[in-house]
């Protein structure tokens, strides 16, 4: 378990703003990975998946606002016990290595299938991981400032190319989305993936003041939502429900035929696109290395991260090798621990947290009569 004290708050904790890019930095990877699950009822999926997302969010800071801890790995502790805790550390630890290798592999496919075709696969993983240790080295303060200073680059042209794809939707494209009948209906754990890096939060969100938690997840999972909800529409507007389905990135092949009216860009433009996607992946990974990091101090008592910061990535970096050939494992690791973490371990720790105050209500009336 870490112990956090009031001097180790004052160091990592963040600003509003802060906690709400890391929120939406945190699951802005995931809304890439998803085009093999696009079929009819998809928007009913993502809804779905947002409102689930949106719940967890709410019963997390509840859980916060209730407890003592300021950690996450200490609310497991307060909530669930000493063993269980460690038992979901190690676990959460996993998942957060499978999250690392999804958005590695990921980088690396695009990058070499747009950018960079004669760089050998295996050294674009080890730069993206030898520098997301770099940006964790202090802790989630200093990625959270460069989350900060990073978000307009990141946000301003990704809404430009999807204000250009309204420009070429074909709103009937679009009708499928709520229809039953035909296309095969994408697997709801898929579905839970532009939005399942939201469970990193659990492991930040406390070194935030309780007054404005829910405020900060709730505005951030909400902003994510609505970007998530318009790659959606955009893609489908433009290539169709089959057709998207059959692009392994339609937000890149999106920036390479957006148009204005008669005006086309240049099919270059898809370069401002990767662009974004390695700052995103950057930022994403480190937030999920931190997590794994802060998992594994909880497991075996460390106070400092950095003792597992340099470890990790040899570690990391041959699981993320071994994904680029098949990635079956890391994908199955992903979905499942992002189901478990939203719709099982949160609401758990929301019960526990209710109970216990109400115990603890019932003990202070006790005592003052």
């Known amino acids: 378990m870490i112990n956090v004290n009031e001097s180790t708050i004052k160091k990592t904790a963040f ?7 890391l929120v939406i930095i945190s699951g802005m990877c995931g809304m890439y990975f998803y085009p093999d699950s696009f079929g009819r009822w998809s928007g009913i999926a993502l809804i779905a998946a947002i409102a689930i997302t949106l719940t ?64 050998p696969p295996q050294v674009i993983p080890a730069v993206t991981l030898l520098t997301v240790c770099f940006i964790i080295t202090s802790g989630i303060r200093q990625v959270s400032r460069t989350a900060e200073l990073l978000f307009p680059a990141i946000a301003v042209p990704l809404l430009f190319i999807l204000a ?15 229809s039953p009948d035909g296309l095969p209906v994408g697997t709801f754990s898929e579905w839970l993936s532009p939005l399942g890096g939201i469970t990193a939060t659990a492991f ?11 405020r900060c997840l709730i505005a951030g999972t909400s902003a994510l939502s609505a970007l998530c909800a318009g790659v959606l529409l955009c893609c489908v507007g433009v290539f169709s ?37 390695n700052a995103v992946t950057l930022l994403s990974a480190g937030i999920f290395f931190y997590c794994c990091c802060i998992s594994l101090c909880g497991v075996f008592n460390v106070k400092s991260h950095s003792v597992f910061n340099f470890l990790l990535l040899p ?18 690791i992903a979905d499942w621990g992002r189901i478990l973490f939203l719709c099982v371990l ?24």
């Open 56 to 119: 967890s969010m709410g019963m997390l800071a509840r859980c916060f606002s209730l407890s003592e801890s300021k950690s996450f790995p200490g609310l497991l502790r307060e909530s669930l016990g000493y063993v269980p805790a460690k038992l979901i550390l190690t676990g959460a630890a996993v998942y957060f290595a499978a999250e690392i290798c999804r958005v590695t592999v990921k980088q690396t496919q695009m990058t070499g299938l747009f950018l960079l075709e004669k760089t």
């Open 241 to 277: 429900i089959e057709g998207t389905r059959h692009l392994s990135f339609p937000l890149t092949e999106l920036s390479r035929v957006v148009s204005i009216g008669s005006i086309t860009l240049n099919h270059r433009f898809d370069i401002l696109y990767i662009m974004i996607y």
């Open 315 to 332: 570690v990391i970096y041959t699981l993320s090798y071994l994904s680029l050939s098949d990635d079956r494992a890391a994908e199955w």
């Open 15 to 21: 600003s509003g703003w802060q906690l709400t890019v």
């Open 204 to 214: 930040f969100a406390g070194y935030y003041e309780k007054k404005g938690l829910r």
């Open 346 to 369: 949160i609401p758990a720790l929301r019960i526990s947290s209710a109970v216990r105050n109400k115990t603890r209500k019932e003990n202070t009336e006790e005592e003052c009569i």
């Open 164 to 178: 250009m794809g309204l420009f070429s939707l074909d709103y009937g494209e679009l009708l499928p989305l709520l």
